[in-house]
C-alpha cells in the first residue's frame, strides 16, 4: 500500500491526469507575456512563477531541515517585479522549479521516509501533508497561468 500511495503523490505532484503539468504551461507561455499583467488577473506570469519556486522550495526545505527558516510572508514568496530581471530569470527559475520538484518525489519515493510521521519542528505536519500542499499549490497556481495566457493571447 504504501508503494501504490508514494506513486501516486508522484503523479499528483508532477501534475497531468486530471491537472495541467507545469511544462505544458511553462513551454507554452509566450516570452512577450511574461511580465504582462491582464485587467484584473492579480499578478503576472512571472510572479507566478517565483511564487510557485519559493513556496515549494520553502515547504521542501521544512520537510528535510529542521534548522530551515521560512521566508517572511508575504513579501518573501512574491518577486518584487511584475517582470523578469533579465533574459535568464525565467530559464533559471523553471530550472529550479524542477529541481525541487525531483527533489520532493525523491523525498516521497524514499522508503525511509515515514510519510505519516509528524516533522519533529513542525506543528503537526508530515510529509503526506507538506506532498499534497506541494501538489495543490502548484495545481493552482499553474491553472491561474493557464487562464492568463489565454486571456494575454486572445486577439
Do not use: C
Not at 123 to 139: F, K, M, P
Amino acid at each position: 500500500m504504501s508503494k501504490i500511495l508514494r506513486e501516486q503523490l508522484v503523479s499528483l505532484i508532477r501534475g497531468g491526469n486530471a491537472h495541467v503539468t507545469f511544462d505544458d504551461v511553462i513551454s507554452r507561455f509566450p516570452a512577450s507575456l511574461r511580465g504582462k499583467q491582464s485587467p484584473g488577473a492579480p499578478h503576472t506570469a512571472w510572479q507566478l512563477l517565483e511564487h510557485m519556486r519559493l513556496a515549494q522550495w520553502d515547504i521542501l526545505e521544512f520537510s528535510r531541515d529542521a534548522k530551515h527558516v521560512s521566508p517572511d510572508w508575504p513579501a518573501g514568496y512574491w518577486p518584487p517585479t511584475a517582470a523578469p530581471p533579465n533574459r535568464t530569470a525565467w530559464n533559471r527559475s523553471v530550472e529550479s522549479f524542477k529541481k525541487d520538484q525531483a527533489a520532493m518525489e525523491k523525498l516521497v519515493t524514499n522508503p525511509k521516509t515515514d510519510l505519516y510521521k509528524r516533522i519533529p519542528h513542525g506543528t503537526g505536519q508530515n510529509i503526506l501533508r507538506e506532498a499534497l500542499l506541494v501538489a495543490d499549490h502548484n495545481s493552482y497556481h499553474l491553472g491561474q497561468m493557464l487562464l492568463l495566457r489565454q486571456v494575454l493571447t486572445i486577439p
